[in-house]
């Protein structure tokens, strides 16, 4: 898959769009989907700060992670991750976008529109019927650049939620690798 935005399968230049803002320059960033570049820890850590990840588990980090299209924002030269976003797909019909956070010290420099923009053209996102996120009304308006909307029919939307899951005392970890080790072993 070679086209302006994905030169290689998974480095996104910057180069490509026009809108950074700030003090950074286009050049001073890029976007990969490479997974083996993702600092997971730092993921967890700039997370762990997010209502809506709240003390999440490096172990549920590593599992989302796994099983989603991620893209990391990285600092050119000590590619230091300062942003990072992932889209959960059938590849087919729908995508839903989450997890976005850019790092507070490169915030306001137009990253987390470029992270949406790379998202959104990646190739393998292409002739989706419906994509959709939950977002915040400060982050509102990059979403609304980029093409999302209100749901046409909100009413026709349900969902379950527990922000709180990881922030409780009886939260239990179903994916902590030393409870895997013990299940198998009493099997």
């Not at 850590?45 to 990285?74: H, M």
């Not at 409780?168 to 299940?183: D, M, T």
Request: with cysteine; net charge positive; glycine share 4%.
């Amino acid at each position: 898959m070679n086209n302006r935005f994905f030169p290689n399968k998974n480095l996104i230049s910057l180069s490509n769009f026009s809108e950074l803002k700030g003090a950074a320059t286009m050049t001073d960033y890029y976007i990969s989907t490479d997974k083996t570049l993702l600092d997971k820890e730092r993921i967890c850590a700039l997370l762990r700060d997010c209502f809506w990840s709240k003390n999440i588990p490096i172990d549920y980090v590593e599992r989302f992670i796994k099983y989603s299209l991620c893209f990391g924002v990285y600092q050119k030269g000590d590619n230091k991750l300062v942003g990072f976003g992932r889209v959960i797909s059938d590849y087919t019909t729908y995508a839903y976008v989450c997890d976005i956070i850019i790092d507070p010290l490169h915030r306001k420099n137009g990253l987390g529109n470029q992270l949406v923009k790379a998202m959104m053209t990646h190739p393998e996102l292409q002739g989706l019927k419906t994509w959709s996120l939950r977002t915040t009304e400060e982050a509102r308006k990059i979403y609304l650049k980029n093409g999302f909307s209100v749901a046409d029919h909100p009413e026709t939307q349900l969902e379950v939620n527990d922000l709180d899951i990881y922030c409780r005392s009886n939260f239990i970890n179903l994916h902590k690798k030393e409870s895997s080790v013990l299940i198998r072993a009493n099997l």
